[in-house]
């Protein structure tokens, strides 16, 4: 099985990061969204946030 990843640092602002992890939880996300990663074969994905000190 291939896997990918795909990281992004997301600036260290604590009400910016709740907000993109309200956006990319699952029930949230848009459906063509959704239904373009299913048609690509992805069937597991996981959004993980980090924050860095970058302003």
């Not at 604590?14 to 996300?29: F, Q, R, S, T, V």
């Not at 690509?40 to 924050?51: L, S």
């Amino acid at each position: 099985m291939k896997r990918y990843c795909l990281a992004l640092d997301l600036v260290n602002d604590p009400e910016l990061i709740k907000e993109y992890e309200h956006l990319h939880k699952a029930e949230n996300g848009r459906p063509e969204i959704k239904k373009s990663i299913l048609d690509g074969g992805i069937t597991i994905w996981k959004f993980t946030a980090r924050a860095t000190g970058y302003s």
